[in-house]
């Protein structure tokens, strides 16, 4: 019977969906285990071959832990809101819901070739009402909680109004706003309810404010810095320029040190948190003030006395190598203290620094860039004039957006000051220092101050310290490069905000009329006067007396910040909604906790599921989401935990980031400012620029067949081919596979040659999991050959006795694999399979008691084939609940040894005798041997000399 893999996996994969063969329970006496994937985002390419790696290990890890005994919790979704679907419907007028539910059902189908054992029961997507209320519910306990730092943690708003009205803020240590006033419990209580809720919003763990952003004018939209790439946006790559917006924001920065923290609690690769920690960015220092003044009335005249610039340094000892300050361009006083004379210079600088994003100005460590404000500060301590100068190098969201340069002790500073012929105080020629030879020298960089003079650098930062709280200029501080996070996009298909305006001020929705869906609108870009596209809904206003949405006619809007306000006594009860929407990490910051009671339309999840399931065991997915996702997710389960809505602070024990499955691309060679194209051995001829084609009109060869290229895009039809030996050879380069490379496999089409096993299989065979390895179809037949051998191995299967060598393949093999699977080896278990199946075939076993445990062993990588083996070894139910085989050693234990037998030194034969055989048995049996009789040809041996269990030396 040959090996119809098309007609067995099909069989298979309707079995588990029919019987739910996968399906998790809440409540089982069984250990309970949660693997999870990332879930992806469903766009219209479908998934490549490089899709599946993550999820094809946590599956086979599921499997196995199934097979271990544990009740195991293996879900899939979707995160389905996004820009893409959003510009899609831009350019065509398709509502995004349709083109998104159109992309789910591609990718369940391609999933479910793949034979994953996902609980489908627990499908979750971001875009789905029943979803996006328990995120809209979550962004309503954030408004409606605060930041206690006496308790570390987060706490209801009631208790942070109860001391209000009691005692004022002044003895409330809270994470929030600088700009927060000081106030009485009068004060408190004589405020307007309005003066109140704008106090609150200070201390919200999310809030509005003005807040510099991303923002990308062909989109219409604020990005996040991981959507922009080399200055444009990642979507479209589009020109993403600096502009301060009144948006939402999520107090992330309250959960800095407990997100440091953290990671030393969790499995998760050292790298990432490596980019954690460096993205949080500790540091510890002090807060320095410097007063803005006019010097020979040089100053603008629109500079007050209370104006003052604080910096964050974490070397104040350096403080008397200070010649200059450097604010970032969108520094809140750039325009107060910028001279007439310097204006026009000033603001051309301004303007070409918003075209920039904060990631390139980050990453640019070479540019000396920067223009004088014709204004100065004053010294602290020595009451000195110094310069104030604006640099792209300093970021406004970055600690105070402002620096005190020392280019004694620093070489950007130092370059900084060269370039523009700013003084430098003559303390150090102006060599590069690091930190500790510059600690080593601080004796000399404070040389001017009477009182550190002779201190150690560590010494001189706290004496420094002391002094600049003694005159009111400063105070040690710990900062955090880590920012608060932009909750707002200019977008349709997102979250709605589950908010209301009234008096320009936000309510929320309570929760029993939530969700709050999104309104149908004509199209989707921004209003013609710049609102987001919600803008554009007729039917987007909150009926506050009977809580449902209504028609905009029944109130009267005017704009007011990008928000729709409601002028409240022509239209009493009836108030605009948010026209922004939330970010796509929004709903990825609790799914793997949703997934627990995905159907629980009462509650975000049940005491009952969360108590049972508690955390994730295993998460799999991208590194490039370390900042991101990941990140934010933590911040939201540390608030749940906070709210006591959770058991855990960390939502993953162990994580592992897969590498890439990377393409080989398929390159031609275009001569310039023609339409000609030369093959690879000619272009070295000419002048050319190299284009990607699709590597599916090119064969193993790389011959590029010419035809089919003209047919796939309009621009080669005319093309002129310029070729070697009849023959257009293409170019090959390695890089992510991508359809902008062209360079993607259909996982498709390979299951319909080779079989899902045989893909499986060889995504794992390419390398280790966490290595990026290209992808060479070519190399697949050989996993798939494996899997015809195996089949072929259960041809005959009889209850017969295994032989020792039977048994010892096997369980030499059991605890290979159980060891690689352990250690997410699963590259090298492929190889031992292959090498098992290579020895029971060489001792033609048919033994039942061999091939049953072999096929369990098999199941988690190639579970398909391991069905079909296991319904021919007799067995009516899956092999997904069967027991793992047990590892015993004793099969391993050499009860013989192969003896090499030398005649006065040299090796002429092996023979194998038992290792329990004495000397004299041994001597014995070697003289016997006709191969012995044949050596020595009649001849008595003077000496023979046994190792017992090494060696037998004839001397002759």
């Known amino acids: 019977m040959s090996y119809n893999f098309r007609k067995i996996e099909a069989k298979w994969q309707k079995y588990w969906a029919e019987n739910g063969t996968f399906r998790a329970s809440n409540n089982s006496d069984r250990p309970k285990f949660y693997a999870l994937s990332m879930f992806p985002y469903p766009s219209g390419a479908g998934l490549h071959v490089g899709h599946p790696l993550g999820y094809i290990a946590t599956d086979i890890y599921s499997r196995y832990k199934r097979h271990k005994g544990f009740n195991v919790l293996h879900p899939m979704g979707y995160d389905s809101f996004g820009l893409p679907a959003e510009q899609y419907a831009i350019q065509t007028g398709q509502h995004p819901a349709i083109t998104t539910e159109n992309n789910i059902k591609r990718y369940r189908e391609q999933l479910d070739k793949l034979g994953f054992s996902f609980d489908w029961d627990r499908e979750v997507r971001t875009s789905n009402p029943r979803y996006y209320k328990w995120t809209q519910w979550i962004f309503i306990q954030l408004f409606n909680s605060w930041y206690n730092k006496k308790s570390d943690k987060a706490e209801d708003i009631a208790s942070l109004i109860a001391i209000f009205e009691k005692e004022g803020n002044e003895n409330v240590e809270a994470s929030c706003d600088e700009d927060t006033p000081m106030f009485s419990a009068a004060d408190w209580n004589g405020f307007s309810a309005k003066t109140q809720q704008e106090i609150l919003l200070k201390y919200r763990l999310t809030y509005l404010a003005d807040t510099e952003v991303n923002w990308c004018p062909a989109l219409g939209t604020v990005l996040a810095n991981d959507e922009i790439v080399n200055g444009v946006s990642e979507r479209g790559g589009h020109p993403v320029i600096r502009k301060k917006m009144t948006q939402w924001s999520m107090r992330i920065t309250a959960y800095a040190q407990r997100l440091l923290d953290g990671l030393d609690k969790i499995d998760w690769p050292q790298p990432l948190k490596d980019s954690q920690t460096n993205w949080i960015g500790r540091s510890e220092g002090a807060s320095v003030t410097f ?150 020298k601080a004796t000399t960089v404070i040389a001017n101050s009477d009182f550190l003079n002779g201190l150690s650098y560590k010494d001189a930062t706290q004496k420094v310290i002391a002094e600049l709280e003694k005159i009111g200029h400063g105070e040690g501080k710990i900062n955090y490069r880590l920012r608060d996070a932009v909750f707002s996009r200019q977008r349709y298909w997102g979250e709605p905000f589950p908010v209301y305006y009234v008096d320009g001020m936000p309510q929320m929705i309570d929760l029993e009329y939530l969700p709050l869906q999104l309104p149908e609108v004509e199209k989707y870009l921004p209003t013609e006067t710049g609102e987001p596209p919600l803008g554009n809904a007729t039917h987007w206003a909150w009926d506050a007396r009977n809580n449902k949405v209504v028609s905009n006619e029944m109130l009267k809007q005017v704009q007011h910040d990008g928000h729709s306000e409601l002028d409240s006594e022509s239209h009493e009860g009836v108030y605009p909604l948010e026209l922004n929407t939330m970010p796509g990490w929004a709903g990825s910051s609790q799914y793997f906790n949703r997934y627990m009671d995905p159907r629980n339309d009462e509650t975000i999840f049940s005491e009952e599921a969360i108590g049972y399931w508690q955390d994730v065991d295993l998460y799999i997915g991208g590194s490039e989401h370390a900042t991101g996702h990941l990140l934010y997710s933590r911040f939201w389960q540390k608030f749940m935990f906070d709210k006591g809505l959770v058991p855990k602070d960390e939502y993953a024990q162990k994580l592992i980031n897969q590498g890439m499955i990377t393409g080989t691309s398929a390159v031609v060679y275009r001569v310039s400012g023609t339409n000609k194209f030369v093959s690879i051995g000619l272009k070295d001829k000419y002048e050319v620029e190299e284009l990607r084609v699709d590597v599916n009109l090119v064969n193993v060869s790389n011959e590029l067949d010419i035809n089919s290229l003209r047919d796939w895009q309009p621009e080669y039809e005319g093309a002129e081919f310029i070729l070697e030996d009849g023959k257009y050879i293409v170019g090959r380069e390695v890089e992510k596979m991508s359809k902008r490379w062209y360079n993607v496999v259909n996982p498709d089409a390979i299951c319909v040659e080779y079989g899902a096993d045989s893909l499986r299989l060889y995504e794992m065979f390419l390398g280790p999991l966490e290595q990026s390895k290209p992808w060479n179809t070519a190399g ?92 021919r070894l007799g067995h009516t139910e899956s092999i997904a609940e069967a027991a793992f085989p047990v590892f015993e050693e004793k099969h391993l234990v050499e009860s013989s040894k192969e003896y090499p037998i030398s005649f006065n030194g040299k090796m002429r034969f092996k023979l194998e005798l038992p290792l329990d055989m004495g000397k004299d048995d041994i001597e014995a049996a070697v003289l016997a041997h006709e191969k012995t009789q044949a050596q020595l040809q009649g001849r008595t041996p003077k000496k023979v000399i046994v190792v017992p269990g090494k060696i037998v030396n004839i001397v002759g």
């Open 780 to 871: 697949i037949t050989g996993v798939h050959s494996f899997l015809k051998k195996l089949w072929k191995l259960y041809t005959v299967i009889e209850d017969t006795e295994p032989t020792a060598d039977n048994l010892k393949s096997l369980h030499k093999t059991i605890k290979k694999v159980e060891e690689d699977i352990e250690n997410f080896s699963f590259n090298t278990s492929v190889s031992t399979f292959m090498i098992c199946v290579n020895e029971l075939t060489a001792q033609k076993c048919a033994s039942k008691a061999i091939l049953e445990p072999l096929a369990i062993l098999v199941s988690p990588y190639a579970p398909h084939i391991a069905e079909e083996l296991w319904e």
């Open 291 to 440: 007063n803005v003044i006019p010097v020979n009335g040089v100053t603008s005249s629109a500079v007050e006395k209370s104006d003052t610039i604080e910096v964050f340094t974490t070397r104040p000892d350096t403080i008397f190598g200070a010649s200059f300050m450097t604010l970032a361009p969108e520094h809140e006083l750039v325009a107060k203290i910028t001279t007439a004379e310097q204006k026009a210079e000033v603001d051309a600088y301004v303007e070409a620094t918003a075209k920039r994003s904060e990631r390139d100005r980050m990453a640019d460590v070479k540019t000396v860039s920067g223009v004088f404000t014709g204004g100065y500060a004053e010294h602290p301590f020595t009451k000195e004039p110094v310069p104030i100068w604006i640099g792209d190098y300093v970021l406004a969201s970055y600690g105070t957006g402002a620096v005190m340069a020392v280019p004694c002790g620093d070489q950007r500073d130092y370059d900084f000051a060269k370039h523009y012929n700013i003084p430098i105080p003559n303390i150090f020629d102006g060599v590069d220092i690091s930190e500790e030879a510059f600690a080593d």
